[in-house]
């Protein structure tokens, strides 16, 4: 089992920034890729951003290229999302998820996931 800590969500205007961070225990760290996956009222999870278990490769969703940057702390058993320029369509649960080995972007193909951070971006 691999357990999974969002953290660093919060209210903030549009055009600011957030660092998400996702800790992880149980499993060894670098047996897993990570995504990072987001969910708006009414609608379906979707993905954001994944990385792979060395960190050496980079998968973004369309929506977010080039203002939100994935990256992993290998020692520390943690991913982060740095979130820039938000938009109002950024508001939304975002999660973190674990898969074996390779990063994908269906989340129907992550092993473990977190409970959740908001993330809300005002106008």
């Known amino acids: 089992q691999v357990q999974l800590v969002e953290s660093g969500g919060g209210l903030v205007q549009a055009g600011g920034s957030l660092r998400l961070s996702c800790t992880t225990s149980?499993?060894?760290?670098?047996?897993?890729?990570m995504g990072w996956f987001r969910q708006a009222p009414g609608k379906e999870r979707e993905f954001v951003a994944a990385?792979?278990?060395?960190?050496?490769?980079?998968y973004y969703a369309d929506s977010v290229k080039g203002r939100f940057t994935i990256s992993r702390d290998n020692a520390k058993n943690t991913v982060y999302l740095q979130m820039n320029r938000l938009k109002p369509e950024d508001t939304a649960l975002y999660f973190c998820?674990?898969?074996?080995?390779?990063?994908?972007?269906?989340?129907?193909?992550?092993?473990?996931w977190g409970r959740g951070t908001q993330v809300t971006v005002s106008s």
């Open positions: 990385i792979s278990r060395t960190g050496g490769g980079t």
């Open positions: 998820a674990a898969r074996s080995l390779v990063s994908t972007t269906k989340p129907h193909e992550y092993d473990y």
């Open positions: 149980g499993r060894t760290f670098t047996n897993y890729a």
